[in-house]
């Protein structure tokens, strides 16, 4: 049996596009946590870079950009303005010095405590008009997405050339 996806609205290409529906769906749902972000003094970019080292990552600058969703060159900065103000240290590789790893410091880490906290609540707030097995599903199909598209595997890899400093 096959299920075929409801019609919610009839009209533009965009109104049953994947693509589409999938960047909205994130725009809407991050929407109000980014704006609890900004009035705290956080960038949306900050918190992702803090997200992605808690509680105890220790990443490569590559492996952080990929699953940070930044280019290189901007994280570059970020991590400068970050480093600066104590939340993160950048650490060369006893094995090879062009590789630079980046873990929280314990103010990073406090900091990111805080918001992770936030980010949970907000969570909750969006999955709240749906049971726990329709919330755990959503969550299933967005990793099996991610997954078939080689996302969470090139993730993997770039996390496995992290050496523990």
Not at 70 to 83: G, I, N, S, W, Y
Not at 120 to 126: G, L, N, W
Not at 140 to 162: I, P
Request: charged share 30%; with cysteine; aromatic share 6%.
């Amino acid at each position: 049996m096959t299920v075929e996806p409801k019609k919610y609205a009839e009209g533009s290409f965009t109104d049953d596009y994947l693509l589409f529906l999938l960047a909205q769906a994130s725009a809407v749902a991050s929407e109000a946590f980014h704006a609890e972000l900004r009035n705290s003094g956080l960038r949306v970019s900050t918190w992702r870079i803090l997200a992605s080292l808690y509680p105890e990552e220790v990443l490569t600058v590559g492996a952080l950009a990929q699953t940070c969703l930044l280019k290189q060159p901007t994280l570059t900065r970020a991590l400068d303005r970050m480093e600066r103000d104590g939340l993160l240290k950048r650490v060369h590789s006893t094995k090879d010095r062009r590789s630079v790893f980046v873990k929280l410091t314990p103010q990073g880490h406090e900091l990111t405590q805080e918001k992770v906290h936030m980010a949970k609540s907000h969570e909750r707030r969006i999955l709240s008009g749906f049971t726990k097995p329709q919330a755990a599903e959503i969550k299933n199909v967005l990793h099996s997405l991610l997954d078939r598209l080689g996302h969470r595997k090139k993730l993997t890899e770039k996390r496995a050339e992290t050496d523990p400093l």
